[in-house]
């Protein structure tokens, strides 16, 4: 059952996972079966800070090691309406974990490229899917950002309230990596090329691979 929240042993569904090292225990039956705890890779920060220009080919350069996913394909329909927040906390977030927690039963890490961060993901029950989630967070000085976030086509709808969010987060991220549990790592791209972003993102990742 690639589905982890259903038991192939009644078919039960279960929202809490009850898990092992490796395991998965249905809390209604008592079956226990074994799943890959892999660790998910969130390439994160503000939009305009380079997440989307540099995950196709961080896909390209670790193709056949990890499964590299753009976040915004699910921000649509209901689980779009389901976030009250316009974050995406809930249901969107935990349908992305139990996504990739899918894909690694295919033997292959995912690195989700997207807006987010550890208190959106580690309080969430799927959390204990993964053995570990690691963020890199692109980040860069407000000035630039705003500048890039202006230069978006209008159907992208980026005016000034919403990218004074971006921007507040931005710093939010800059100020609080470092305490945030787990910590996230931070890259500066106010004056990298694309080609020094794709370099420090895939070396990022490798050191972080399982064996």
């Not at 660790?39 to 670790?62: D, I, Y």
């Not at 389901?82 to 139990?98: E, I």
């Not at 420090?200 to 050191?207: I, R």
Request: aromatic share 10%; proline share 8%.
């Amino acid at each position: 059952m690639l589905d982890l929240k259903i038991c192939p042993g009644c078919g039960d569904r279960g929202d809490h996972p009850v898990t092992g090292t490796t395991q998965l225990r249905c809390d209604r039956c008592g079956h226990r079966w074994t799943f890959r705890r892999l660790p998910l890779f969130a390439l994160t920060g503000p939009s305009g800070a380079g997440k989307s220009t540099v995950g196709p080919r961080l896909a390209a350069r670790l193709s056949g090691r990890v499964v590299a996913l753009e976040q915004d394909v699910l921000w649509t329909g209901v689980l779009r309406e389901n976030s009250p927040d316009g974050y995406g906390h809930g249901a969107f977030r935990a349908t992305w974990l139990r996504m990739a927690a899918m894909i690694h039963q295919s033997a292959r890490p995912v690195v989700l490229c997207g807006t987010v961060a550890p208190p959106e993901f580690e309080p969430l029950p799927e959390r204990a899917y993964f053995d570990g989630i690691h963020y890199l967070a692109f980040v860069a000085e407000p000035e630039a950002l705003a500048e890039r976030l202006r230069a978006r086509p209008a159907w992208r709808e980026w005016d000034e309230p919403r990218i004074a969010e971006m921007l507040e987060f931005n710093e939010w991220l800059r100020d609080s990596a470092a305490t945030l549990d787990p910590p996230v790592e931070l890259f500066d791209t106010t004056n990298a090329t694309i080609d020094e972003a794709v370099d420090y993102a895939c070396t990022w990742v490798e050191k972080r691979l399982p064996a």
